[in-house]
C-alpha cells in the first residue's frame, strides 16, 4: 500500500469542539500508527466567520493535545501557525485550475450566476471503512452548486480538490459527513481521480442521547484546558470515544494507542460523552504524574490563572503543592485550594465563619492554640503540631476534631483543605501564629472578611 495520507479539516467556527478534536485525533493516530503523514488543513472559505482567533483556537487545541502535523504550503510540519498548516483561503488558483477542469468535462453548466455540477441521477454508493456500504438514491438529487454567483468556490468542491491535490488516502470524519460523501465521490469521477478510502467514525451524544452540540457544557475542548485537565487524560478519553482498544483496557498511553489503534476497532455505534468518566480519568493520570511532571503543569496552570503566585515564597508552594496535590484531581481545583496561600490577605468562607468561627469558645480555643504553638521550640512538624492540638483539646475538654477544624478555619479561612498537621508544617510557625492572630484580631472586631 502506498504511504498514507490522511488530514484534518475543521473550518474555524470560534471553538475546537471535542468531536472536532477526537477526528483530529483519530487521523493523527492513524497517521503514526502506519507510518503515514497527518495533514492539517484550514477550511477557511467562508470569509464572514474566518477570523484569527478562530484559527488560534484550533491551534491551540492541537498543541494542547499534542497532535502535531507533517507538512504544511512551506513543506515544513509543526503545532504553530508558523510552520504551516495549508489553508483554504490561500488555494484559490488551485480551485480555480480544477474548475476549469471540471468545465471542461461539460458536467457543469450556469445557473443564475451560479455554476452547478450535474450530479448523477445513478444510485450514489458509499464503500465507507466504518459505516460499510451505504447507498443513496439519486433519483430526485438536486445538482451541486460549485461556485456562488460571488464566484467563490463551494464547501463541496473545495474539499474534494484539496484532498486530491494533497494526496489523501484515507478520509476520516464525523458521521455528519456521510450523506455528503456519494456527491464527493461524484466530483472525484468527474475529475477522472480516484476517490480516497472513507472512514465516518461516530457522533458523540450528550447526556440526553442527542448530538452534542456546541451549546452543551464541556463541548469545546478549549473548556478542559481552562478546568485544568491533563491532556494526556483528555487525549485518551477522546479516543474510547467510538473506538476501542479491546481487553478491556482504558488507560493507555500514546505510545500504546498509536500501536493500537487502527480503523477496523472504529465502532460503528454513536459514543456517549461521561463527563464523569473523564474526570475520574483524569485524577487517574493526575495520581500517576511523576513529581516533575505535576510540578510542570502546576507551574504552567498557576502562572495563566493565578499570576499572585509569582510573589509567593517560593519554598511554601513547593511544601504545599504535594498536600493540595493528593486531595484534588484537577489544575482548577489545586489552584482554588491554593487561594488561601497567595497571599496573607485570605477571606473567610461564610461557612467556616458560621460553623468555626463563630463558636462562642472559639476565641478562647484559638488563643490557647497560639500559645501551645508559640510555645514550641525546635521541631515544627506533624507530629509535634499534632500533639499541641491535642494538648489543647485535653484542656479545653474538647474533642480534638473541633480544635483542628477551628485551626483550619483560621489559618486559611476554609472548611476544607489538606490535611492540617501537614498544613501547618507547611505554612511554617511563623505564618501560622501570624494567621492565627489575624483572625483573633478580626473576631475581636468584628470584621472578618467573607468570601
Ligand atoms: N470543514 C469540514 C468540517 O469542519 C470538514 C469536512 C471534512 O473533514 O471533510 O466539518
Redesign the pocket.
Known amino acids: 500500500m502506498s504511504q498514507v495520507r490522511v488530514r484534518f479539516?475543521?473550518?474555524p467556527t470560534g471553538m475546537l469542539h471535542i468531536g472536532?478534536a477526537r477526528t483530529a485525533l483519530f487521523n493523527w493516530l492513524y497517521a503514526r500508527h502506519t507510518g503515514g503523514k497527518f495533514v492539517l488543513r484550514i477550511?477557511d472559505t467562508d470569509q464572514a466567520r474566518n477570523t484569527q482567533e478562530a484559527v488560534d483556537v484550533i491551534f491551540r487545541g492541537m498543541r494542547w493535545l499534542g497532535l502535531d502535523w507533517d507538512e504544511g504550503p512551506d513543506g515544513k510540519g509543526g503545532t504553530s501557525g508558523d510552520r504551516g498548516p495549508y489553508f483554504q483561503s490561500q488555494r484559490g488558483d488551485i480551485y480555480r485550475r480544477y474548475l476549469e477542469k471540471l468545465k471542461a468535462t461539460g458536467k457543469t453548466y450556469e445557473d443564475g450566476g451560479a455554476l452547478k455540477f450535474k450530479m448523477p441521477k445513478t444510485p450514489g454508493v458509499v464503500k465507507d471503512l466504518v459505516c460499510g456500504e451505504v447507498t443513496f438514491d439519486r433519483t430526485m438529487e438536486p445538482d451541486l452548486v460549485i461556485q456562488r454567483k460571488d464566484g467563490s468556490p463551494v464547501f463541496h468542491f473545495v474539499?474534494v480538490v484539496d484532498d486530491l491535490e494533497m494526496g489523501i488516502t484515507h478520509?476520516i470524519?464525523g458521521e455528519d459527513?456521510l450523506t455528503n460523501t456519494h456527491k464527493h465521490i461524484a466530483l472525484y469521477e468527474a475529475l477522472g481521480a480516484a476517490p480516497p478510502q472513507f472512514g465516518h467514525i461516530p457522533l458523540i451524544l450528550n447526556r440526553g442521547g442527542s448530538k452534542m452540540s456546541k451549546r452543551d457544557e464541556g463541548a469545546a475542548l478549549g473548556f478542559y484546558e481552562e478546568a485544568g485537565y491533563l491532556p494526556a487524560a483528555v487525549r485518551n478519553y477522546l479516543c474510547l470515544l467510538g473506538w476501542s482498544p479491546g481487553e478491556n483496557q482504558e488507560i493507555l498511553p500514546v505510545p500504546d494507542l498509536i500501536q493500537r489503534f487502527d480503523l477496523p476497532n472504529i465502532n460503528r455505534s454513536n459514543a456517549r460523552f461521561d463527563g464523569d468518566k473523564l474526570f475520574w480519568m483524569n485524577g487517574e493520570y493526575w495520581r500517576t504524574l511523576t513529581d516533575a511532571e505535576f510540578q510542570k503543569f502546576a507551574d504552567e496552570y498557576l502562572r495563566r490563572t493565578r499570576p499572585k503566585v509569582a510573589q509567593m515564597d517560593p519554598d511554601l508552594l513547593k511544601r504545599l503543592l504535594p498536600l493540595i496535590r493528593e486531595k484534588v484531581r484537577t489544575g482548577r481545583e489545586m489552584a482554588e485550594w491554593l487561594d488561601p496561600y497567595l497571599g496573607e490577605e485570605y477571606e473567610y468562607s461564610a461557612e467556616a465563619k458560621k460553623k468555626q468561627l463563630g463558636a462562642p469558645e472559639a476565641g478562647k480555643w484559638l488563643e490557647a492554640l497560639s500559645s501551645a504553638l508559640g510555645a514550641m521550640g525546635t521541631g515544627w512538624d506533624d507530629s509535634t503540631i499534632e500533639g499541641a492540638c491535642k494538648k489543647v483539646a485535653e484542656e479545653a475538654g474538647a474533642k480534638p476534631a473541633k480544635v483542628i477544624h477551628l485551626a483550619r478555619a483560621a489559618v486559611s479561612g476554609r472548611t476544607v483543605g489538606p490535611s492540617l498537621f501537614g498544613l501547618l508544617t507547611a505554612l511554617g510557625k511563623e505564618r501560622v501564629l501570624q494567621r492565627l492572630e489575624r483572625t483573633r484580631r478580626q473576631m475581636a472586631e468584628g470584621t472578618l472578611v467573607t468570601a
Open positions: 479539516a475543521p473550518s472536532g477550511e474539499n478520509v470524519r459527513h
